[in-house]
């Protein structure tokens, strides 16, 4: 494929690699992305993903969560997520910053990875503010007390109405502002300020490389490289076939 032929020589020709993902680096693993036909908004009901409902009524919140974490623990990071960790071990990916929550990226292998949207991984007490790792809780038995205050613990993810991890936020825009090449992978880019990290990078001159089964609003306006296909399919493809890095 011609696309990938390019896309491959904007990655050996660059210095600073970063790269973005969203939901659809998932779907290869049986997790749908939330918009859409037997999405996961069928399941994970997006009026309940909201920091005033949790405060009312975090029993029936956490019900709702571990619908949720059961499906994310029973798949398995996929060759997308593979490819990704492997890119970074051979130094040619300099950093990644995520917007799923599902910690796939981590049990895939990566390290350098800035998590937007929060993590199941972690719990947050709303009461003192202090984070807990949620595999020191039995979250799926019973709704997960803060051992300073009682208060019930929130899951780590981002809810509506709840603010972005600032010193995340900080570092996924340092690093769109320092990479000369940026994968987009799987993501809809219409959720701000995820969204507008492509376009801190294309500001900073980077060549952008795209990679989804349909376009986005990025791919006419800002991409340089559209990959079209599915990412777990498309990445292993790219790796393999990518010459020497330097
Ligand atoms: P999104 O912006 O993440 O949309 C998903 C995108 O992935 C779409 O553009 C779709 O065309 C593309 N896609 C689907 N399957 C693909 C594949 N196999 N390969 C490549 N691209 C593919 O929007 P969303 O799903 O509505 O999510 C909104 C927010 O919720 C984001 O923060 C998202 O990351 C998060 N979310 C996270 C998870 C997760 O942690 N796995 C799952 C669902 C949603
Ligand atoms: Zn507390």
New binding site residues.
Partial sequence: MESIKDARSIISKSHYLAAL?????????G??????RG???QV?DPALARIDVFRDNPHLVWDMTRELIAL?EGSEPNP?HRALAEMERGGVLKGLV???????HQRAGSRSIIE??GT?GNLRCLTCNTVFNSADFKIMDEDPLCPHCSAVLKPG??FFGEALPFGALMEARLLAGTADAMLI???????NP?AELPVVAKGNRAKIIE????P?GLTNSITDVFIR??????LPDLLGTMPPHG
């Fill in positions: 993902t969203g939901a659809g680096i998932s779907a290869g693993s997790i749908p992305a939330f918009r859409g999405g996961l908004w994970y994310i997308a995520t917007q799923n929550i599902d910690n796939l937007l949207h199941i993810m981002v992978i799987g993501t809809s880019a219409v959720v995820a990679i989804n089964i349909e986005t296909g599915r990412a777990e399919e498309v």
